[in-house]
T-cell receptor, first 114, second 113 residues
Framework: IAGITQAPTSQILAAGRRMTLRCTQD?????MYWYRQDLGLGLRLIHY???????GKGEVPDGYSVSRANTDDFPLTLASAVPSQTSVYFC?????????????FGSGTRLTVV | DQQVKQNSPSLSVQEGRISILNCDYT??????FLWYKKYPAEGPTFLIS?????DKNEDGRFTVFLNKSAKHLSLHIVPSQPGDSAVYFC????????????FGSGTQLTVLP
């Protein structure tokens, strides 16, 4: 089934540890995004990539890094996790360059930093 | 400062009646507006969009209205069904190559049988 796969589904992580959230798509979409969802704040953009080899910062990039070595994969790394990074993380991709194409989202990773 | 606002965290309507979800925005450079629906433990799914040059777009039971002068859009669901119970996010897209979406905080819709 075409779409976005995120792993892990959920994780409890000790503060200070490093963690990489994985995101893989099989739709050959050029643009990919990482959002975090927090109650009352909706979805906020962390980082994005318009195409393989390029990345950019979103609204809340601090404490996170991304890479885009190829079209399909867009991992998100927390170098040293803090409790404020407890959230649900969604990876998304977009077909085409026109805005009426909606994003395709993965099912999310629920991360708890303790 | 939130550029896209959904001021109602929740809404309850009776099955068969109309659901109206509202969204306000501040950035006049947004050129596309979208609505997403989200069920628990799933990612958001695209529902309907509207260009800033239009004032209405309809898709089955779902209609989005845009009032540019008021910087306001709304999603109408008629008739509402229990399966429509979900969180609805309003989103806006700016021009430029990134086409990033800015999301509102969401409205939990509950359709009562």
């Amino acid at each position: 089934i075409a779409g976005i796969t995120q792993a892990p589904t959920s994780q409890i992580l000790a503060a200070g540890r490093r963690m990489t959230l994985r995101c893989t798509q099989d739709m050959r979409h050029n643009a990919m995004y990482w959002y975090r969802q927090d109650l009352g704040l909706g979805l906020r953009l962390i980082h994005y990539s318009n195409t393989a080899g390029t990345t950019g910062k979103g609204e809340v990039p601090d404490g996170y890094s991304v890479s885009r070595a190829n079209t399909d994969d867009f991992p998100l790394t927390l170098a040293s996790a803090v409790p404020s990074q407890t959230s649900v993380y969604f990876c998304a991709s977009r077909e085409g360059n026109t805005a009426n194409y909606g994003y395709t989202f993965g099912s999310g990773t629920r991360l708890t930093v303790v | 400062d939130q550029q896209v606002k959904q001021n109602s965290p929740s809404l309850s309507v009776q099955e068969g009646r109309i659901s109206i979800l509202n969204c306000d925005y501040t950035n006049s450079m947004f050129d596309y507006f979208l609505w997403y629906k989200k069920y628990p433990a799933e990612g958001p799914t695209f529902l309907i969009s509207i260009s800033s040059i239009k004032d209405k777009n309809e898709d089955g039971r779902f209609t989005v209205f845009l009032n540019k002068s008021a910087k306001h859009l709304s999603l109408h669901i008629v008739p509402s069904q229990p399966g429509d119970s979900a969180v609805y996010f309003c989103a806006a897209s700016g021009s430029g190559s990134a086409r990033q979406l800015t999301f509102g905080s969401g409205t939990q819709l509950t359709v009562l049988p």
